[in-house]
């Protein structure tokens, strides 16, 4: 980068992240060396840090992890949700150590400079997420210099000239470029993944963002699953013949992406096929329903958010990765509110009456866990079945 810094960097400081209010927090550098600018978040994980590394959703997105213990179990083949991570950077509190786990093949140091990702190790990360749950998520760049010289100027400049996740239609960057068939299921620790060979259904999904264990999860359910890309028309999906349509998650604002997906799945509603959306499909199918989205201060990350299931009055604990939410208020009548969020009631599902189609704000594949709302799956083989 250049110039010096406008002040000594700390000694041993090989990284550091700018906000665009001119913030500044040193550390060491991780992965990568260079700099990436992208809205700061956390996520409150415990585990399954590769699979929220490869989170499509977490595209335009610098990741704080606030569990202390990243890296500790390494990195291997078989936990990825896509092959070309999108994530902007990760932000972590302790150094990373040698792996300790029988299935890791690489440090996860080493994997992130395979895949160009920039990091920053010894950030104070519970006052950086303090600043985030009160003032919102900012926009920031991490910088790993080796030699530990920064041009903190340039890096703040940087930060308040990146336009923000607002407007960003990010899902036609990580979206399929062609239509493909996936056949994998669930892993398991005796066999790996399996292989759907007698599907009982053929459910197309609209790949927004989608991650891998999603699509094993419906493959899981005896499904045929054929994906397409996020611009494909209602024409083209229908001449398909699907018994139902998913809608994937995916990063970005649902209004953006919405501009051309919006028309279709609207079109599929009223098609009469069974339609299951989560996550950026949730919000899309919401707005395809009359509904209006708005981005959210902080957003909900992390694998343990507890919603209640308004029917049956079960809280299940979920997983959890977005910036952007319905507005209860907005919606029409005839789109009944069936799951809420106990942490701050905002929504997390919704049904159309009397219609097999429905959606939930969260990601209930479970990758990383837990898995209480497996059922869902189900749920969505019983409205292709006219059951729900």
């Given at each position: 980068?250049?110039?010096?810094?406008?002040?000594?960097?700390?000694?041993?400081?090989?990284?550091?992240?700018?906000?665009?209010?001119?913030?500044?927090?040193?550390?060491?550098?991780v992965g990568a060396a260079g700099h990436s600018v992208g809205e700061v978040c956390f996520n409150t994980s415990l585990t399954g840090y590769q699979e929220i590394l490869t989170d499509p959703s977490y595209a335009g997105q610098i990741i704080t992890f606030t569990f202390p213990h990243i890296g500790n179990v390494g990195t291997n083949a078989e936990d990825i949700e896509t092959v070309t991570p999108v994530a902007r950077g990760l932000i972590i509190k302790a150094d990373i150590t040698e792996p300790a786990n029988w299935r890791a093949n690489q440090h996860l140091d080493?994997?992130?400079?395979?895949?160009?990702?920039?990091?920053?190790?010894?950030?104070?990360?519970?006052?950086?997420?303090?600043?985030?749950?009160?003032?919102?998520?900012?926009?920031?760049?991490?910088?790993?210099?080796?030699?530990?010289?920064?041009?903190?100027?340039?890096?703040?400049?940087?930060?308040?000239?990146?336009?923000?996740?607002?407007?960003?239609?990010?899902?036609?960057?990580?979206?399929?470029?062609?239509?493909?068939?996936?056949?994998?299921?669930?892993?398991?620790?005796?066999?790996?993944?399996?292989?759907?060979?007698?599907?009982?259904?053929?459910?197309?999904?609209?790949?927004?963002?989608?991650?891998?264990?999603?699509?094993?999860?419906?493959?899981?359910?005896?499904?045929?699953?054929?994906?397409?890309?996020?611009?494909?028309?209602?024409?083209?999906?229908?001449?398909?013949?699907?018994?139902?349509?998913?809608?994937?998650?995916?990063?970005?604002?649902?209004?953006?992406?919405?501009?051309?997906?919006?028309?279709?799945?609207?079109?599929?509603?009223?098609?009469?096929?069974?339609?299951?959306?989560?996550?950026?499909?949730?919000?899309?199918?919401?707005?395809?329903?009359?509904?209006?989205?708005?981005?959210?201060?902080?957003?909900?990350?992390?694998?343990?958010?507890?919603?209640?299931?308004?029917?049956?009055?079960?809280?299940?604990?979920?997983?959890?990765?977005?910036?952007?939410?319905?507005?209860?208020?907005?919606?029409?009548?005839?789109?009944?509110?069936?799951?809420?969020?106990?942490?701050?009631?905002?929504?997390?599902?919704?049904?159309?009456?009397?219609?097999?189609?429905?959606?939930?704000?969260?990601?209930?594949?479970?990758?990383?866990?837990?898995?209480?709302?497996?059922?869902?799956?189900?749920?969505?083989?019983?409205?292709?079945?006219?059951?729900?």
């Amino acid at each position: 980068m250049g110039s010096p810094t406008r002040a000594p960097a700390p000694k041993g400081a090989t990284g550091v992240l700018v906000l665009a209010d001119g913030s500044v927090f040193w550390g060491r550098g991780v992965g990568a060396a260079g700099h990436s600018v992208g809205e700061v978040c956390f996520n409150t994980s415990l585990t399954g840090y590769q699979e929220i590394l490869t989170d499509p959703s977490y595209a335009g997105q610098i990741i704080t992890f606030t569990f202390p213990h990243i890296g500790n179990v390494g990195t291997n083949a078989e936990d990825i949700e896509t092959v070309t991570p999108v994530a902007r950077g990760l932000i972590i509190k302790a150094d990373i150590t040698e792996p300790a786990n029988w299935r890791a093949n690489q440090h996860l140091d080493a994997w992130l400079k395979s895949h160009n990702l920039v990091g920053l190790s010894g950030i104070d990360t519970r006052r950086l997420t303090r600043r985030i749950r009160d003032n919102g998520a900012p926009n920031g760049v991490i910088a790993h210099s080796p030699d530990g010289v920064f041009d903190i100027d340039a890096l703040v400049k940087t930060a308040k000239e990146w336009p923000g996740l607002e407007g960003m239609d990010l899902a036609k960057d990580v979206t399929t470029r062609q239509t493909y068939s996936w056949d994998e299921t669930i892993w398991s620790l005796k066999d790996g993944y399996g292989k759907q060979t007698d599907p009982k259904y053929h459910v197309v999904a609209m790949d927004f963002g989608a991650k891998r264990n999603i699509l094993r999860c419906l493959a899981a359910s005896g499904c045929k699953v054929t994906v397409v890309p996020a611009t494909t028309t209602a024409e083209e999906i229908l001449a398909l013949n699907p018994d139902g349509i998913f809608l994937s998650n995916g990063p970005g604002d649902p209004a953006a992406t919405g501009a051309y997906a919006v028309p279709t799945i609207a079109r599929l509603v009223d098609s009469g096929k069974a339609v299951f959306g989560i996550c950026l499909g949730h919000q899309m199918l919401a707005l395809a329903l009359g509904g209006r989205t708005v981005k959210m201060d902080k957003g909900h990350r992390g694998a343990n958010h507890p919603v209640k299931d308004i029917a049956s009055g079960v809280v299940e604990i979920t997983s959890q990765n977005h910036g952007f939410v319905v507005l209860r208020e907005s919606l029409p009548d005839e789109v009944e509110v069936t799951h809420v969020s106990l942490f701050d009631g905002t929504n997390e599902g919704i049904r159309l009456s009397g219609r097999p189609v429905f959606s939930v704000q969260y990601h209930p594949e479970a990758s990383p866990g837990p898995e209480d709302s497996h059922y869902l799956f189900d749920r969505f083989i019983a409205a292709i079945e006219g059951r729900y």
